[in-house]
């Protein structure tokens, strides 16, 4: 299982003058059960590049293979891709139309060809995993707070039950009590599903909290590829395409600059934690957190 | 795909023609409609061709940016110099069963064709070398005589251009919900007709609600900037005609007494 794209380059309205590059030679591999992260800033083609994913977009040139296949082929079932690769849009409230919210989350799963009662199994139990109280089922989408209505979105995609899951700036929008929410569905699902997880954020304490895996995007290029903390390590580099390291990998080197011998590979404030008391209590400098059960240890 | 759409097709060039007022575009494109409709003669027929031609010459803009308007128009223009043709009495010149070709008819469907052919190719002109805001704003200058006998001039302009500026951004919009629903596996293509008209309810709904939230957004934005209608409304580029305009004038008006000159004293041969 795994999606491959072999220099993928994509043109907006090719031959006119408003003509735009927006994918320059890409090539990636997505690993089943990666957790990744997408960061890069406004216009570098985060949002081109994971529609590509999916096949809404066809590239200019290059290939992409799913499971070893090539999604352009001409007998490659593009629909048969998209049950498998979800895809979560920025602002998905937006696209709910339904009457009942419980029928908006059916749209998925009866469009895969299930029968009736199936759908709505399925979309009974999206619906659950993203928490929305039951009372709300059969109301109408248009009465939620923005924060539901998100919520429904994202289950009319779960519901689909997908392999891998693409979320384009989830939490745009959303209080901070609403971010983490999402976020803790989307970490709750990629640990007890084991689905591939690509989340595209703006957010560097998000990227560096959940993922296992950086894609940072500039220009439309692939800058860097590899884990929070050796990407966080080019804080400099980031800020001069407009990004920026998580808050914690600057404290860590401002104490660093004043003398105390903290780890400034720290990219969350766990790992920060940990590194400080290290330090402070006397224990072995730069030890690199031997004790802790953090998921994404440098 | 649907981004491709060109909507307003303003060209933009440095040309005198894109420098004029929209007014004097506006006023000089209704003289040649009328000028077109009431010439007489091949005289008055050069006289037009000739100035049409030099206008596209001055606007810089390519040539085959104004055809493109023609080709919408080829069935009616067809359509036209076939009625023309078959069913303008007089004396028959070829006759096929019940069909007859007269040499008025003749003579009308082809004078028919090249009337409506200057008529797109002059309008194009217009609207290629005027941004829909300039135009708008035009109208609503031209048109202000209207307010004093209770047309909301103002209003519809100001409706006019917003409608224009939001085309773009529904169009964006429709793309994206487009996408959106086929993520989750919808199918705008397939089906009898019947099928795709209810496939395209989960593309028109978002779009409707998305429509209306932007218009209740837009009116709030409006009234926080304290809008109240077009009383005492003052502009950041208020419209003033300058040399270059009078002269337009000028000449608009020159040509078109060419054209009533020729329809008195050479109407040969029509």
Sequence with gaps: ?298 | MLRDITLGQYYPADSVIHKLDPRVKLFATLIYIISLFCFKGIAALLAATAFLFAVIKTSKVPFKFMVKGLKAIMVLMLITALFNLFLTPGEPIVQLWIFKITAEGAQNAVLMAIRLTYLILGTSIMTLTTTPNQLTDGLEKSLMPLSKIGIPVHAIAMMMSIALRFIPILIEETDKIMKAQMARGADFESGNLIHKVKNMVPLLVPLFVSAFRRADDLAMAMEARCYNGGEGRTKMKPLKYVALDHKAYAIIFAYFIVILLCRTFLPWPM
Excluded: W
């Design chain 1, 1 to 298: 299982m795994s999606l491959i794209l072999d220099k993928i380059n994509y043109v907006y309205s090719e031959g006119t003058a408003y003509q735009i590059q927006a994918l320059k030679d890409v090539n990636l591999e997505i690993r089943d059960g990666q957790f990744i992260g997408v960061i890069g800033h406004t216009g570098s083609g985060k949002s081109t590049l994971i529609q590509h994913l999916n096949g809404l977009v066809k590239a200019t040139s290059g290939t992409i293979y799913f499971n070893g296949q090539d999604i352009y082929d001409e007998d490659f079932d593009l629909r048969e891709l998209r049950n498998r690769v979800g895809l979560v849009f920025q602002y998905p409230e937006h696209q709910l139309f339904e009457t009942t919210i419980f029928d908006d989350v059916s749209f998925g799963p009866k469009n895969q060809g299930l029968s009736k009662e199936e759908a709505g199994l399925r979309a009974f139990e999206a619906l659950r995993s993203v928490g929305l109280p039951e009372e709300l089922y059969y109301q109408s989408p248009f009465d939620l707070s923005g924060g539901q209505k998100r919520r429904v979105a994202i289950a009319g995609v779960l519901a689909m039950k997908p392999e891998v899951l693409i979320l384009d700036e989830p939490t745009a929008g959303l209080d901070p009590a609403g971010r983490d929410e999402i976020l803790d569905l989307v970490a709750r699902m990629h640990k007890e599903k084991g689905i591939t997880v690509i989340l595209v954020s703006h957010s560097m304490e998000d990227v560096a909290k959940y993922v296992e895996r950086i894609i940072v995007m500039n220009h439309g290029q692939v800058m860097f590829d590899n884990t929070p903390c050796e990407v966080f390590k080019h804080y400099k580099e980031l800020e001069q395409i407009g990004l920026a390291a998580p808050q914690v990998t600057y404290l860590m080197h401002e104490l660093k600059e004043k003398g105390l011998n903290v780890n400034t590979e720290a990219t969350t404030v766990a790992e920060a934690r940990e590194s400080l008391l290290e330090v402070l209590l006397g224990r072995e400098p730069n030890h690199r957190g031997s004790n802790l059960e953090e998921e994404n240890l440098c």
